[in-house]
Nanobody, 116 residues
Framework: QVQFVESGGGAVQPGESLRLSCTPS?????????MGWYRQAPGSQRAYVAS???????NYAEAVKGRFTVSRDNAKNTMYLQMSKLQPEDTAVYYC?????????WGQGTQVTVSP
């Protein structure tokens, strides 16, 4: 089963930006119709953040609309999540997966911490 590897997280201050990256453990994302970003804040369920299709059609959760941008580069075999105007409520572990998500494909995630 394909698993995903996330990177690019870190600790930033409110208003700053980060770009997350996601690559599959095997295969090429070009063969994946739809992929998604998800996040899990402390004490909360894992939640949907954004998704992108192979035709570059995107969709966002209301909480990140206008601040986050999802993209994919098939040549680099990577999906990205550009996050801007980060707020403390964006603090979470961020994961990528298929959309709809496949439980066996979760990776370790990447921690994003936003604090003054």
């Amino acid at each position: 089963q394909v698993q995903f590897v996330e990177s690019g997280g870190g600790a930033v201050q409110p208003g700053e930006s980060l770009r997350l990256s996601c690559t599959p453990s095997s295969g090429n994302i070009a063969s994946i119709y739809k992929m998604g970003w998800y996040r899990q804040a402390p004490g909360s369920q894992r939640a949907y953040v954004a998704s992108i299709t192979s035709l570059n059609l995107t969709n966002y959760a209301e909480a990140v609309k206008g601040r986050f941008t999802v993209s994919r580069d098939n040549a680099k075999n990577t999906m990205y999540l550009q996050m801007s105007k980060l707020q403390p409520e964006d603090t979470a572990v961020y994961y990528c997966n298929f959309y709809p998500r496949v439980e066996a494909s979760w990776g370790q995630g990447t921690q994003v911490t936003v604090s003054p």
